[in-house]
């Protein structure tokens, strides 16, 4: 265990940021009881996907293992939760704890493989794995009900209002990204680094490479699960969508996009990702023809990311990585 | 039964090799994964069906004159694209020339169905092609025949430029060491294009040569993109023999499990890549497995 | 389907439509708010694109003919992308947002659940014109719900009367893709088909993936049962790929293809049809339709309009907003809970047929559904279906005792 009082001068080193995050995290609520109810529907998805793809950056910037299939853990957080209500009769309250736990428990199955892999192999397995995921959730009618899903087992967010769950799942994500903030910083966070640059030299140091990543992955998995959980919470529903390809990529869009090698790089790719396409399909027909265009002037404008961008910009935090 | 499936999945393999070799070319080279490679499959498609009618339908050689010029269209495509974006960003992470290629996937497929509509199309096949040779009991069609003979055509093609051209040299030794190729003064940029087209041009090819066997619509990228990173995968990346031979796996064994293990068909290709990839893993303890 | 889809979140543009109807004068109270909430990207786009053209038709006439209660209809019109947590979100949006009176729009059966569900929750109304799982009607119910078509089970049942009628066809097969449509579908035509010709002999079915375009082995597969013919419930792109790659087996001469023909397939296969023994399952195929003034009307100006024949999506699109004004109508106003009550009273004239009626218990419409050979004749750029054999769509409807059993047991 890490010394109590190293964790708290991380967390406090985390604060210096709060300067800057805390009048933002208050501008978002003000926002989400204000506006009307579909932008706290919106500012909860943002929220939801900011922790996925954090939780994937955790895996790809500092671990330096790319997954192609890291929504296999958001579905099976989903789904985890879901069928803790629908089968197991939990109720939905208790049932949170189920997603995330289900997901950690595939993140180690599936990580247990990937790990014996490097690079574009490694990404491939994990793709496989998640496919596996997919197909499983997709034709065992009897227990994930199949490719129509699960729909009004529960009555969506809890039955909290929409600014209500918004406002949950904001502070849950918030608390879950200083938990990786925290992951990041500690001695484990270090070897994971370690590991991620440079594996041989990290291997010479003693660390056991393998089980330091798939302690990565199965960590990243675990706050996949947080998020996929929020999600089925949100809508009341599971389908095997939430574990489909479609999902892993916007996730690596999210992560590239915000700037690969900074801690923060996840959580600004899913921000500014979400709002293209929450509001340019609102615009026009062709929506796809002009965020294919957005994104490929983005990644030409800023090969490194929004982050990178900021640093240029000098308004960077230094020591991101 | 066991026999006709057997040449079932031998065609459907080269179907997947001259998808997927193209893609394996690319990123041997240049070590972009081209997301893309599907959206220059399915141009080739729609670039077919316009030409088609135009070249002496319902002939051979209308057929074959069509999908070479789709083929090459999309080719000229292809360089556009690696000019104007990929070039700019060699520099940076890998991934962002990967997200590069989804934005062409999204701005291709909305394209596509801006022109085209969001109906499916048909592409007449030629007509000597319409049959079956029969044989006994059995029924062997032609046009996948023909299109086996092409793909042969093809690999054929590749051997050639790969051993007795300039080009193939350069592209041995950029596959193998690209910045050695880089210090012996050989204008590397202009390799990555070069390569970029040819693959471009592979894609064209194997989305016009199967246009008459399916449907056409836009949202044959995405259908075609994954078996085909597969196909690479278990021949390993950047190796065409490999994807040959991966792609006759995948196809092979697709046809039998259909006799065999029919509830797996929408996992089977995963699963040969996982044990692929898992046994690879296993077979070199402790090393990356490249 | 296919997850491969890239495409992520969002609510469409916002496409109004038929506001302006020269020189109509409507009510202070302000539009009808129809939410369209569709899967215009993704593997329904082209169906979705015809039911929204067949809605604007209908709203078009509905305010032309001065309005649902002198007010006039306004379509409001998102995409789902054929994602089903899209489709619940934008359903969500629409009905808080934009205040809509009515929901509807979608063809996969995912996203009518996951909307469905929304309806239930908000107490909006809800009808489905193109998807059609009839799990909306049983296990999934709720009292918001209702649709215009014959819904999946029904399909399967026409196709097996129509089946049994051949004396000649003895062992039949299956052949379907392999998720929850494919399989219910195959149920539903075996236990009809074996109460009505209890001499029939039945293979193995066989399942494909869903979306697979190299039907080859699955073909072979078939072939290889000898069946008199294959019952084929297949999504879109292996059907297509079935009616190009079975030739090279002889498929068409050693067996006959009874499957899922709506005008859309008919118009993409185009001259690639098999020549011989096709048949298709059909909701509304215009050329098949009694020829009343009203379905020329229609047929003409929707081709005036938009350029082409108008598909079974349209026509049932169409059909369904003029149910729903006239359940407005009758209810005299469109308040939930009366036009629900409305919806099980009201008896509607449409294209399809007259008499339309919607069943309070399970919300299914005893809609028709036709079974006819795919035929090339003159006078249409692609093949039609003939011989038609229209299905009254009561008969087809499963008991209200099996809708309640079938409720019980999913308990």
Redesign the interface.
């Known amino acids: 265990m890490t010394d109590p009082r190293i964790l708290w001068a991380q967390v406090a080193r985390a604060a210096v940021n709060w300067k800057l995050i805390a009048p933002l995290l208050i501008a978002v609520e003000a926002l989400n009881w204000l506006a009307p109810a579909s932008t706290s529907t919106m500012l909860t998805e943002i929220a939801i996907l900011a922790l996925f793809a954090a939780s994937l950056n955790l895996l790809?910037s500092f671990g330096h293992m790319?997954s192609f299939g890291h929504a296999a853990y958001f579905g099976l957080g989903a789904y985890g939760f879901t069928l803790a209500v629908v089968r197991a009769g939990l109720p939905p309250e208790a049932a949170l704890l189920a997603g995330p736990m289900v997901a950690a428990l595939g993140g180690l199955i599936f990580g247990a493989?990937c790990v014996?892999?490097?690079?574009?192999?490694f990404a491939?397995?994990t793709?496989?794995?998640a496919?596996?995921t997919y197909?499983v959730l997709?034709?065992w009618y009897d227990f994930t009900g199949g490719d129509t899903g699960i729909t009004g087992f529960m009555t969506p967010r809890l039955g909290l209002s929409e600014a209500g769950y918004a406002s949950f799942a904001l502070w849950t994500v918030v608390l879950a990204v200083l938990a990786l903030w925290v992951i990041v910083k500690s001695p484990l966070g270090l070897m994971i680094r370690a590991v991620g640059q440079d594996r041989a030299r990290a291997e010479a140091l003693g660390l056991g490479a393998r089980k330091v990543q798939l302690t990565a992955f199965v960590i990243a998995a675990f706050f996949a699960g947080i998020a996929g959980t929020l999600y089925a919470v949100l809508h009341g529903s599971a389908f095997p969508d939430y574990a489909g390809?479609s999902l892993t990529?916007d996730g690596?869009?999210m992560?590239?996009?915000g700037g690969?090698n900074s801690f923060a790089g996840g959580i600004w790719g899913a921000v500014i990702y979400q709002l293209l396409s929450t509001f340019v399909p609102k615009v026009i027909h062709?929506?796809?023809?002009v965020?294919?265009?957005v994104?490929?002037g983005i990644?030409?404008a800023m090969?490194?990311?929004f982050v990178g961008l900021l640093k240029r910009l000098g308004l960077g935090r230094k020591g991101g990585k | 039964?066991f026999w006709?499936?057997l040449v079932?999945?031998l065609?459907?393999g080269m179907?997947l090799f001259l998808i997927a070799s193209g893609l394996t070319l690319i990123f041997g080279v240049t070590r972009i994964?081209n997301f893309a490679h599907g959206s220059l499959y399915m141009l080739g498609a729609f670039m077919t069906y316009e030409l088609v009618p135009l070249i002496a339908p319902g002939t051979l050689g209308g057929f074959f004159a069509a999908v070479l010029i789709a083929g090459l269209a999309v080719s000229v495509l292809g360089v556009v694209f690696e000019m104007l974006?990929l070039r700019?960003?060699y520099?940076?992470?890998g991934?962002?020339q990967?997200?590069?290629t989804?934005?062409?996937?999204?701005?291709?497929?909305?394209?596509v169905?801006?022109i085209w509509?969001?109906?499916?199309?048909?592409v007449?096949?030629p007509d000597p092609l319409?049959?079956?040779l029969?044989i006994g009991q059995s029924?062997?069609?032609?046009?996948?025949i023909a299109v086996f003979a092409a793909g042969l055509v093809v690999v054929g093609a590749m051997i050639w430029t790969i051993y007795f051209t300039r080009a193939g040299i350069l592209l041995r030794a950029g596959t193998d060491d690209r910045g050695m190729v880089a210090l012996c003064g050989v204008n590397e940029k202009l390799i990555f294009t070069a390569v970029f087209a040819a693959g471009a041009f592979l894609a064209g090819l194997a989305g016009g040569l199967a246009a008459?066997?399916?449907?056409v619509?836009?949202?044959l990228d995405?259908?075609v993109?994954?078996s085909a990173?597969?196909v690479c995968?278990i021949g390993g990346?950047g190796n065409l023999y490999g994807a040959l031979a991966g792609a006759l796996v995948v196809?092979i064994t697709?046809?039998?499990?259909?006799?065999y293990f029919?509830?797996l068909?929408?996992?089977l290709i995963?699963?040969i890549?996982?044990l692929v990839?898992?046994a690879?893993?296993?077979g070199r303890q402790g090393g990356?497995?490249? | 389907m296919?997850e491969?889809?890239?495409?992520r979140t969002a609510a469409l543009m916002t496409a109004t439509w038929a506001l302006a109807v020269g020189g109509q004068s409507f009510a202070q109270e302000g539009p009808v708010k129809v939410g369209f909430a569709a899967d215009l990207t993704?593997?329904c786009?082209?169906l979705a694109?015809d039911g929204l053209n067949g809605a604007k038709l209908a709203a078009a006439e509905i305010n032309a003919a001065g309005g649902i209660l002198g007010r006039p209809v306004e379509l409001i019109v998102r995409d789902t992308m054929t994602k089903p947590d899209e489709g619940a979100k934008v359903a969500r949006a629409l009905i808080t947002d934009e205040k809509i009176d009515v929901l509807t729009g979608v063809c996969s059966s995912a996203v009518m659940l996951a909307e469905s569900a929304v309806s239930g929750e908000l107490k909006v109304p809800f009808y489905a014109a193109i998807g059609s799982t009839q799990r909306a009607n049983i296990e999934l119910y709720q009292p918001y719900f209702w649709q215009v078509q014959a819904n999946a089970t029904m399909e399967a049942y026409a196709a097996a009367e129509y089946v049994a009628k051949k004396p000649e066809w003895k062992n039949i097969s299956a052949l379907g893709s392999?998720y929850e449509w494919g399989h219910t579908s195959v149920a539903a035509f075996t236990e009809r088909l074996k109460t009505l010709r209890p001499d029939i002999e039945f293979a193995e079915p066989?399942?494909?993936?869903?979306?697979?375009?190299?039907m080859?082995?699955?073909i072979?597969?078939t072939l290889?049962q000898s069946p008199d013919a294959v019952f084929a419930p297949l999504f879109?792109?292996s059907l297509?790929?079935v009616l190009?790659?079975g030739?090279?087996?002889?498929f068409f001469q050693r067996t006959n293809l009874v499957t899922l023909m709506t005008v859309?397939t008919l118009?993409?296969?185009?001259?690639?049809m098999p020549k011989d023994n096709v048949y298709g399952i059909s909701r509304a195929p215009f050329f098949a339709l009694e020829q009343t003034p009203a379905v020329t009307g229609f047929v003409d100006a929707y081709r005036t309009e938009f350029k082409e024949y108008p598909t079974d999506w349209a026509i049932s699109a169409y059909d369904g907003l003029k149910f729903y004004a006239a359940a407005a109508d009758k209810a005299g106003s469109v308040d939930p809970e009366a036009i629900m009550t409305a919806v099980g009273e009201v008896t509607y004239d449409g294209l399809r047929e007259a008499g339309l009626k919607v069943r309070a218990l399970d919300g299914q419409m005893n809609a028709p559904v036709y079974v006819g050979k795919a035929t090339k004749v003159e006078g249409y750029d692609f093949p039609i279906l003939t011989e038609v054999e229209k299905f009254e769509g009561a008969p087809l409807m499963p008991s209200e005792d099996f809708i309640l059993e079938a409720r019980k047991a999913a308990k």
Request: aromatic share 8%; with cysteine; charged share 15%.
């Open positions: 790809m790319v493989l014996r892999l490097t690079e574009i192999y491939m397995l793709l496989a794995c496919q596996i197909t997709f034709q390809l990529l690596l869009i992560v590239v996009l690969l062709e929506w796809e023809l965020l294919g265009f994104l490929l990644c030409l090969p490194h990311g | 039964m006709i499936q079932n999945g065609m459907e179907t994964i974006a700019r960003i520099g940076a992470d991934l962002m990967l997200i590069v989804v934005a062409l996937v999204l701005i291709l497929r909305d394209a169905r801006m509509g969001p109906n499916s199309l048909s007449p096949m319409m049959g079956a029969q029924y062997f069609p032609l046009f996948p008459p066997y399916g449907e619509n836009h949202l995405t259908t993109i994954v990173f597969i995968v990346l196809g697709k046809a039998i499990g259909v006799m029919p509830r068909s929408m996992v995963f699963l890549m996982a990839l898992i690879r893993s296993m990356s497995a490249r | 296919l491969t889809k890239l495409r993704g593997a786009a082209a694109e392999d066989i399942y494909a993936k869903v979306g697979e375009t190299a080859a082995p699955y072979t597969a290889a879109g792109p297509g790929a190009k790659q030739p090279g087996f002889g859309d118009q993409s296969q185009g001259a690639a």
